[in-house]
């Protein structure tokens, strides 16, 4: 405990900021809520020195070891298919996708369901889930302060319903489907805009558009 105290110290108070969802996200509804502020990204070496206060008998080369060990298992491991999980971190998975710099493997592709047709999958990301005990850490340390300053609005996109939904569309019919992310930067807004969107858009009866999946495994398709 002492150790976090001693970083606490020589650290800025963690502050957020609240903003505002869109009126046209929310039924007309205010909808409000914290947001970190961010001070900085620490890279490698930065991460290896505040690791020297919690383990100053080891050096930065065994430090290191341990590192690319890690990355290599994860490599061997992850791509097999299997997941890796460290305990007080959290469960590390993969997340798939189609290869669209490949040339398609579908012997006849249309423009109307490029997804039926067999593709190159290929790693798009990787997916992180916290272990319980390291956001229970993190929270029993965290003392947020509120940032000076108005609640701000998060900026709505210019794009209309239809030009979004048209987007959605031709995401999904480039790839086979659509993630949170890919929606977000292809209509201008944040994700927390972009999923309240998605949600209003597939809830329409008429919406060319479904969800399939849960959670941080859901993704967005034609209907059937």
Request: proline fraction near 4%; glycine fraction near 6%.
């Amino acid at each position: 405990m002492l150790q976090v105290e001693k970083l606490k110290n020589v650290s800025e108070m963690p502050k957020y900021v609240l903003q505002e969802l869109p009126e046209e996200f929310t039924d007309g509804k205010r909808v409000v809520y914290p947001k970190v502020r961010t001070y900085t990204l620490h890279d490698y070496e930065k991460v290896l020195e505040h690791m020297h206060v919690y383990a100053a008998n080891l050096s930065n080369g065994v430090m290191r070891a341990v590192f690319d060990a890690l990355a290599s298992t994860m490599v061997s491991w992850m791509s097999q298919g299997h997941n890796i999980k460290i305990d007080g971190l959290g469960v590390f998975s993969l997340v798939l996708g189609f290869d669209t710099e490949s040339p398609s493997e579908q012997a006849e592709p249309t423009d109307a369901t490029p997804q039926t047709g067999y593709r190159h999958v290929c790693i798009k990301g990787i997916k992180f889930k916290p272990d319980p005990k390291l956001i229970a850490a993190m929270n029993s340390e965290a003392d947020f302060e509120r940032e000076a300053g108005e609640i701000k609005v998060q900026q709505k996109t210019k794009l209309s319903l239809e030009e979004r939904i048209a987007k959605a569309l031709a995401l999904i019919d480039k790839n086979g489907r659509m993630t949170l992310t890919d929606y977000a930067l292809a209509t201008g807004q944040e994700r927390s805009v972009a999923s309240r969107d998605l949600k209003k858009i597939v809830s329409a009866p008429d919406s060319p558009i479904v969800a399939e999946g849960s959670h941080s495994h859901k993704v967005w398709v034609r209907r059937s």
